[in-house]
C-alpha cells in the first residue's frame, strides 16, 4: 500500500514534532456495485498503531466512518532521537508500514 | 463579515461564505457548544459499555469541523483537548457504523491534537469524546449538515 508519511526531521527537545499521514487505500464500504453487478467486498482499514522507538503514540480501531484515502494528523514529543514507525492493516489482512526518523536537537 | 470560528484551519473564503450563509447559527455552529447537553438515546446505544461513568460538556474538550458540507463524502475534523488525553472516541449516530473511530493515545502525544477526514450517512450531531488521565470523560458535539450523503447504502 502506498502512504505518505510527514514528520520533521529535527525538532528542538522537549517540542512537539507534527506528523501527517496521508494512505492509499478505498475503505470500500461494501456497497458500491460493480460493472458485473457484484457487490465490491468491504475493505477498510481497521487498526494502525503509531510507535516511537517501541513507545507507543497512538493506537486507532477505525472502520467505514473514515474518508478513502485516510489522512491523520497528530503531533507527539519524542524523547529523543529515533525512528517514528506507523503499521496499519485492513479488512483483507493487508499491512502497510511506514517510517520517519527524527532527531532530537 | 464574520470571522470564521475555526482558528487552526485555513479556512477558504467558500467556507466563510458558507458559515454566513448558515446566518442564524453565525459562526458558532462550527465550533463545539457549550450548552448543557447529555448524549442521545443513539449516541448511548452505539458507545454501549465503552464509556461508563458521566459524560461532561465543557471546555475540556474541542471539536472542529464544518456546519455544512457539500457532501458526506470526506469531511475534515479536528479534536483536541488542553488537558492530558488517554482516549478518543468520535461517534457519528446516524453511520451504519456509528463509532468512525476510537484512539488510544500514549502519552508522547497526550496533547496532540488529532485530524482527519470522515464519512456522514446524514446530517447529524458529530460527538467527540475525550477520556482524560484520571478516567473521566468530557465531550464536545457539534451539527454538521449535509446536501448529499456519502453513498453507504441505497438511501
Known sequence: MT??????????????ADVKLTILHPMELGTRRLDDSSIAARNVIETL?????????????????IAA??????????????????????TAGVEGTARATISVQ | MQKPAAQNGHFSRRIALKICAVGLFGSAASKSFA????????????????????VTFDAAVSLIVEPLAETGNAIPVRVSS????????????KNPRPIVFDASVGPLAARSPISTRIRLAATQNVLALGQSRSGTWHAAQANVALTASACYDGT
Not at chain 2, 38 to 52: H, K, Y
Not at chain 2, 82 to 93: C, D, K, S, T, Y
Request: aromatic share 8%; no cysteine; hydrophobic share 45%.
Open chain 2, 82 to 93: 488542553p488537558l492530558e488525553i488517554a482516549r478518543w472516541i468520535l461517534v457519528a449516530e
Open chain 1, 49 to 65: 498503531t503509531a510507535t516511537f522507538e517501541n513507545e507507543a503514540v497512538l493506537t486507532l480501531q477505525m472502520g467505514t466512518g
Open chain 1, 3 to 16: 502512504a505518505r508519511l510527514i514528520a520533521p526531521a529535527t525538532v528542538k527537545a522537549g517540542e512537539p
Open chain 1, 69 to 90: 484515502n485516510p489522512f491523520w494528523a497528530f503531533t507527539f514529543v519524542p524523547p529523543r532521537s529515533g525512528t517514528l514507525n506507523v503499521r496499519w492493516r485492513d
Open chain 2, 35 to 54: 450548552l448543557p447537553v447529555t448524549l442521545s438515546a443513539g449516541q448511548r446505544a452505539a458507545l454501549g459499555n465503552i464509556v461508563s461513568g458521566n
